[in-house]
């Protein structure tokens, strides 16, 4: 491999890296939006929200709401740039925008629930779906779907990329879950009582 190609390699799997991070935390922001609309104090970290006040029942099915709305419209956004100019905008940045949805599709295959705890629950929950249904589950799935369609139909990429993908797919889930030990290493002390 010549060091130019290395080098795009590499540029190619940091912005990937950051626009996933930026999601996580995005998501993260979205948690906490609701709470600060509801005057209640939250901080969010790079992969976790952290409620400083007690919240209603109620108030905390919106929050779990806010995060979900902030991946959803992440991903969405990413989706519509790369419609508008699918040639020249940054492949890496678009796989990204799939990360989240993938993870909890992959989750969700393999626990039946796309995310831990009763997150999605009490999102689904708050937008007027059965609580232990699982609305959530399948809006990530239609998204991923969606994803990989639109990549497929303005991309056409080559049967070549699958073992690069299925990679991509492990390391993913490697940096998502270290860094989530990471940050609760790190922010669970100030912030978890
Ligand atoms: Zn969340």
């Known amino acids: 491999m010549s060091s130019s190609s290395f080098c795009t390699k590499a540029k190619n799997w940091l912005y990937y890296f ?115 249904g699982h609305m959530v589950d399948y809006l990530f799935v239609f998204i991923f779907l969606l994803g990989i369609f639109l990549w497929v139909r303005f991309s056409k990429p080559s049967i070549k990329a699958i073992p690069g993908l299925l990679l991509a797919s492990v390391i993913t889930i490697v940096f998502v879950a270290g860094l989530q030990t990471i940050n609760n290493r790190i922010f669970d002390p100030l912030f978890s009582h």
């Open 18 to 132: 950051i626009t996933v991070f930026a999601g996580v935390y995005l998501h993260e922001i979205g948690h906490c939006a609701v709470a600060w609309v509801y005057g209640k104090r939250a901080i969010p970290t790079p992969a976790k929200e952290y409620l400083l006040d007690a919240v209603s029942f109620n108030t905390q099915l919106y929050i779990s709401l806010g995060g979900i709305l902030g991946t959803i419209l992440f991903s969405l956004f990413i989706f519509y740039l790369f419609i508008k100019s699918p040639l020249t905008f940054s492949q890496p940045v678009f796989a990204a925008s799939l990360a989240s949805p993938g993870l909890y599709c992959f989750l969700f295959l393999l626990k039946g629930r796309g995310h831990d705890a009763t997150e999605f629950q009490e999102a689904q929950a708050a937008m007027g779906f059965s609580y232990s």
